[in-house]
């Protein structure tokens, strides 16, 4: 099997430090496999991509001297696709539109119980007030959540973790879903569909063999694994990577335009020293 790697940063700021560790991190573990890095971008959320920003991520790679071997795969392109997904499980009957703003969600969440999460990679725990609406009720404001219950009453799925803070097979059942993610939400409001569910698409269509990312992204793959078991898609190995930190320990955002790669290059850095500022 061919090693296929993958960086998706979204248009929406200028990379980082951060950015430049986890693309640099994917390209090389391909290319010592003799594997492919491809690239993604992430455009999703059509409101927030910008052109300039695109077309900063491709100049800072490329100074940075890494090659993709695809042309990039923009997800822009590709919203017909999200969105036939979310109409095929909405016409299985598993989803349900949701009319929550985050403040609603946040009042009816009860008090959560000592030891269980009230945050998961969805954010907070949707305690399920839409859930059993129809479908038809459905208006382009709002969201389309995943009944998970209904939708995998049987889940019982390992993904296997190669990075260096929980390294080995990780379970993902029903139960630890629930509690800790909640019914995911598959399409925001004017959104073809949401993160989740079209990085699972998109880590299929490009056939990702390892997910090299974030740490922060960790908790996250619990639900990418089950979107996975309803689409009856593949699951890549997964390797989730130290985050990059400032002085005070924070984990670089792209609002810290300090550390954005541009600047460097800018002040006359080589893509060596990036390599070394980032303990490469
Ligand atoms: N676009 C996401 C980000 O910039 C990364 C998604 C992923 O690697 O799965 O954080």
């Not at 090659?67 to 392109?77: A, M």
Request: aromatic share 6%.
């Amino acid at each position: 099997m061919t090693l296929r790697t993958r960086f998706a940063p979204s248009p929406t700021g200028p990379l980082h430090l951060g950015h430049a560790f986890s693309a640099i991190t994917a390209h090389d573990m391909a290319r010592a496999a003799g594997g492919q890095f491809l690239l993604r971008i992430d455009d999703i959320d059509q409101s927030r991509a910008r052109p300039d920003w695109e077309e900063l991520i491709y100049e800072d790679l490329s100074w940075l001297g890494l090659t993709w071997d695809e042309p990039p795969w923009r997800q822009s392109e590709h919203l017909s696709d999200y969105r036939a997904a979310v109409e095929h499980l909405a016409g299985r009957g598993l989803c349900y539109p949701c009319s929550c703003s985050r403040r609603d969600i946040a009042e009816a969440a009860s008090a959560p119980q000592e030891g269980t999460p009230e945050f998961g990679p969805d954010g907070r725990i949707y305690p399920g007030t839409c859930r059993g609406r129809p479908m038809s009720d459905w208006t382009e404001g709002m969201a389309i959540r995943l009944d998970l219950a209904k939708a995998l009453p049987d889940l019982d799925v390992t993904f296997t973790e190669t990075g260096p803070a929980h390294p080995g097979a990780h379970r993902v059942t029903l139960d630890t879903l629930l509690a800790q993610v909640g019914d995911p939400v598959l399409a925001r409001p004017h959104m073809a569909a949401s993160y989740h569910l079209s990085v699972v698409l998109d880590d299929a269509a490009q056939a990702i063999s390892h997910v090299i990312r974030g740490e922060d992204l960790f908790d996250a793959t619990q639900l990418q694994r089950a979107l996975q078991a309803l689409l009856g898609l593949p699951t890549p190995t997964y390797h989730h990577h130290r985050l990059i930190r400032d002085e005070a320990g924070k984990r670089l955002a792209k609002r810290d335009d300090a550390r954005a790669i541009r600047h460097y290059r800018e002040d006359g850095a080589s893509p060596d020293d990036i390599r070394r500022m980032v303990g490469l």
